[in-house]
T-cell receptor, first 117, second 111 residues
Framework: DTAVSQTPKYLVTQMGNDKSIKCEQNLGHDTMYWYKQDSKKFLKIMFS???????INETVPNRFSPKSPDKAHLNLHINSLELGDSAVYFC????????????????FGPGTRLTVL | TQLLEQSPQFLSIQEGENLTVYCNSS?????LQWYRQEPGEGPVLLVTVVTGGEVKKLKRLTFQFGDARKDSSLHITAAQPGDTGLYLCAALNQAGTALIFGKGTTLSVSS
């Protein structure tokens, strides 16, 4: 009965490779997000999608391309991986977009630990 | 730039002790949230506070939103090893489009 699931849990790859992370939520939420948590545990928004449409892109390099095939899925593709991309990537979802009615409750996936060698 | 400053950054205590974690900002927020993240998992929402001066209790956890809605505190009474984790405060950015997070307080409770 996982609410927000991500695959893979761990991803180890070489610099320059292209990789994808998948996310699915079964909560019926309209909004999905990608966050990056660095080695110091700082969590920062990368992208936000509402009903398959991009609503936030927070100065993320264009090597990162999110894709939302439907409301329940938000995938993240990363081209030409760099050492600095090593981090834990979290997918999250919420019933409404932030600000629609204050800060909505966000439900996070278990994270994908990406290591670029 | 809106910032949420959390203190302390690290806290290591014995079971049964009380502790308080702080989240401060120079900005006013319409609401503020607290999340707990356990190792290898994603953050889990504990509480949302919306009214200045509001106090909310969740078992041994007490959350307070400052009167001016610029700061918040989390107090844990009689800490237990199960309280171990990373505590994050979060609030909407100025545009109201995304959550911004503090850098977190890592709590370790030993028995």
């Amino acid at each position: 009965d996982t609410a927000v699931s991500q695959t893979p849990k761990y991803l180890v790859t070489q610099m320059g490779n292209d990789k994808s992370i998948k996310c699915e939520q079964n909560l019926g939420h309209d909004t999905m997000y990608w966050y990056k948590q660095d080695s110091k545990k700082f969590l920062k928004i990368m992208f936000s999608y509402n009903n398959k449409e991009l609503i936030i892109n927070e100065t993320v390099p264009n090597r990162f391309s999110p894709k939302s095939p439907d409301k329940a899925h938000l995938n993240l593709h990363i081209n030409s991986l760099e050492l600095g991309d090593s981090a834990v990537y979290f997918c999250a979802s919420s019933y409404q977009s932030p600000g629609t009615s204050g800060a909505s409750s966000q439900y996070f996936g278990p994270g994908t630990r990406l290591t670029v060698l | 730039t809106q910032l949420l400053e959390q203190s302390p950054q690290f806290l290591s205590i014995q079971e049964g002790e009380n502790l308080t974690v702080y989240c401060n900002s120079s900005s006013v927020f319409s609401s503020l949230q607290w999340y707990r993240q356990e190792p290898g998992e994603g953050p889990v929402l504990l509480v949302t506070v919306v009214t200045g001066g509001e106090v909310k209790k969740l078992k041994r956890l007490t959350f307070q939103f400052g009167d001016a809605r610029k700061d918040s505190s989390l107090h844990i009474t009689a800490a237990q090893p199960g309280d171990t984790g990373l505590y994050l405060c979060a609030a909407l950015n100025q545009a109201g489009t995304a959550l911004i997070f503090g850098k977190g307080t890592t709590l370790s409770v030993s028995s």
